[in-house]
């Protein structure tokens, strides 16, 4: 019997001015009356998050816009349970680029991985500047056929909104989609905008923000699909 009552774990220091924590809460409310359950979500701040102790009562976790974040290690520690433990996890933005920093440091085991804000001398930065910032900005998206956002989306082509200033280094891009990471999503560009992970319930990333959409009343496809996910594990 599935789950109707679901409890998800917003990674990310709640900053009300922040556009994305005005949206995602929207988000989630718009996906739960599509569906027909209840939501109950909560922000985890960064910085609370010295253990796993914490996560274990959630259901699913999405990491939110605006890092950098008080305390990176916490939202890797959260990032690192939600993948390891199969609790279905979206990222966008910021999520992305620490979903990425994760996997890179804790499934590829590179130690020296490192995210290119925090620091910008790094060897093995596998988060970068972008060539272009992406600030209010919108571009399209070409997803990759049979993906989980694919799935979510019901169609390849879509348009999006960013706000961010760092993506994945192209010089370790190869590598970090040797394995389970897998690209998902490039823009028109051709530059790799959104990664899932195969052998997960529900592991997808975003460089753009699809929460922003709910701000206009439009519920967003991986807000759905996230709940579904978190309905299925928890059946």
């Not at 605006?66 to 996890?89: H, M, N, V």
């Not at 620091?119 to 992406?134: G, Q």
């Amino acid at each position: 019997m599935k789950a109707t009552t679901l409890h998800i774990a917003l990674i990310g220091d709640h900053d009300p001015s922040v556009t994305a924590h005005q949206a995602i809460p929207l988000a989630l409310k718009l996906a739960a009356e599509a569906l027909g359950v209840t939501v109950h979500f909560q922000w985890l701040d960064t910085d609370t998050l010295t253990s796993t102790a914490p996560l274990h009562g959630f259901d699913g976790f999405w990491c939110v816009p605006a890092s950098p974040y008080r305390d990176t290690d916490g939202a890797l520690r959260a990032i690192r349970f939600a993948r390891e433990q199969k609790r279905p996890f979206l990222g966008t933005c910021g999520g992305f680029q620490h979903a990425v920093l994760e996997y890179a440091r804790n499934a590829l085991g590179w130690a020296d991985a490192e995210h290119g804000e925090l620091a910008p001398d790094a060897k093995r930065a596998v988060i970068v500047p972008l060539t272009c910032a992406l600030v209010e900005a919108t571009d399209a998206v070409r997803l990759a056929p049979y993906t989980r956002i694919a799935e979510a989306y019901g169609t390849l082509e879509l348009h999006e909104g960013y706000r961010c200033r760092y993506g994945m280094n192209r010089e370790f891009t190869a590598a970090l989609l040797e394995g389970d990471l897998i690209p998902s999503g490039h823009d028109s560009a051709g530059d790799l905008r959104a990664v899932e992970l195969l052998d997960h319930p529900f592991f997808v990333a975003t460089l753009f923000q699809p929460e922003r959409t709910a701000i206009k009343g439009i519920t967003p496809p991986l807000a759905i699909a996230l709940l579904k996910a978190c309905q299925a594990v928890s059946a």
